[in-house]
């Protein structure tokens, strides 16, 4: 911008460029400070407030025990008991964790596991959820990441705070929703089994692996890699869920599926490896399959049929499906499957294993 200065006493004028406004930058500490305060304002409901000794007076949960809860949770436990660092939520989260023991829902033994069960999930969901606020920010402001320095931190703060204000109610909501949808469908499976019915139950577990999965992570970069791992993941959930499954969990390349029925089972597995074969840009499967006893326990599976198949994973050839014995007999007889024993095998864990292959219906 020009400045024109009238000396005409002098009698000159001169023209001077002014300098334009330059953008509000704070060092990156003192950015990331800003940022956390913005985000515990909006979050926490609540200034921090009391320390270690006012937060388990008021809850009236005892100091060791309620260190142990909040370490379950994954919050990491203050090195100065005179911190002021818990908000009204934090006493009142203690206060309903202790109402679970006290009312006989949940019992004493197993409060720890609960409380690390539900830190654990809401850690999970709670580091996707800020890489996909990130993302709207930086799209609200049309930079990227790398010139983040370059923008004016005022207005970086603010995009946070309206994100915060916009998307969290909305995921909240969606949240409570998709939880209890999925309460209604486990419990309709297993709520009036007797509890060793439901902590052992007969099923179906089953893993499906991308063939080649740690050479290919060296050929892509980190974008190829995201786009991957959504193809495979949205390819999968789709699969197992129409066919009454379940997915336990996603690790990297590879998925950890149950269901109850033995076809159920067989139409999940034939549909993957259909699916992946054609989608040129996910890489083969080997999925291996076993039927028996399984633990649960947490949302999670344990036992020797979840080793057995993944042991049975671990051997199949690229595009081919493994069952165990248990699960071969039951599917024998099917009038559309094949199902051919193979030689048996030594594998960790297992002396002798005999699988078996299965195949859809001869092409006509």
Not at 123 to 144: C, E, Y
Not at 342 to 360: A, D, E, Q, T
Request: hydrophobic residues 45%.
């Amino acid at each position: 911008m020009q400045t024109t200065v009238d000396n005409r006493s002098e009698g000159t004028v001169t023209t001077s460029q002014a300098s334009s406004p330059q953008p509000e930058r704070d060092s990156p500490d003192v950015l990331l400070e800003r940022i956390q305060a913005v985000v515990e304002d909006d979050l926490l409901r609540g200034a921090r407030k009391y320390d270690r000794e006012q937060t388990v007076a008021l809850s009236g949960v005892p100091l060791d025990r309620a260190q142990r809860l909040w370490t379950a949770m994954g919050f990491a436990a203050a090195e100065d008991p005179h911190e002021v660092m818990f908000t009204d939520d934090d006493v009142e989260a203690l206060r309903l964790l202790d109402s679970l023991i006290t009312s006989g829902i949940v019992e004493p033994d197993l409060e720890v596991a609960v409380t690390r069960a539900l830190g654990q999930t809401f850690s999970r969901l709670a580091d996707w959820q800020v890489t996909l606020m990130g993302r709207h920010v930086l799209r609200r402001l049309s930079i990227n990441a790398d010139n983040l320095d370059q923008t004016d931190h005022d207005e970086v703060v603010d995009a946070i705070r309206e994100t915060a204000v916009e998307i969290v109610p909305v995921i909240e909501a969606l949240q409570s929703y998709v939880w209890r949808r999925h309460l209604a469908a486990v419990a309709g499976r297993s709520l009036v089994l007797p509890d060793d019915k439901r902590t052992g139950r007969t099923q179906i577990v089953g893993f499906a692996d991308m063939v080649g999965y740690t050479s290919l992570t060296r050929r892509i970069d980190i974008t190829e890699l995201s786009t991957l791992l959504e193809d495979f993941e949205s390819t999968a959930t789709a699969v197992i869920a129409q066919r009454r499954g379940w997915v336990i969990k996603n690790v990297g390349d590879e998925v950890m599926f149950a269901v109850e029925d033995p076809s159920d089972a067989a139409a999940i597995a034939l549909e993957l490896q259909s699916s992946v074969h054609a989608d040129d840009g996910l890489p083969a499967l080997r999925i291996g399959m076993a039927l028996g006893p399984v633990l649960v326990r947490f949302g999670d599976a344990y036992g020797s049929v979840v080793n057995i198949a993944a042991r049975l994973t671990s051997a199949a050839k690229p595009g081919t499906i493994l069952l165990d014995a248990e699960l071969a007999d039951v599917l024998g007889d099917a009038p559309d499957l094949r199902v051919k024993a193979l030689r048996s095998m030594r594998v960790r864990g297992f002396h002798k294993l005999k699988p078996y292959v299965l195949r859809g219906p001869k092409p006509r």
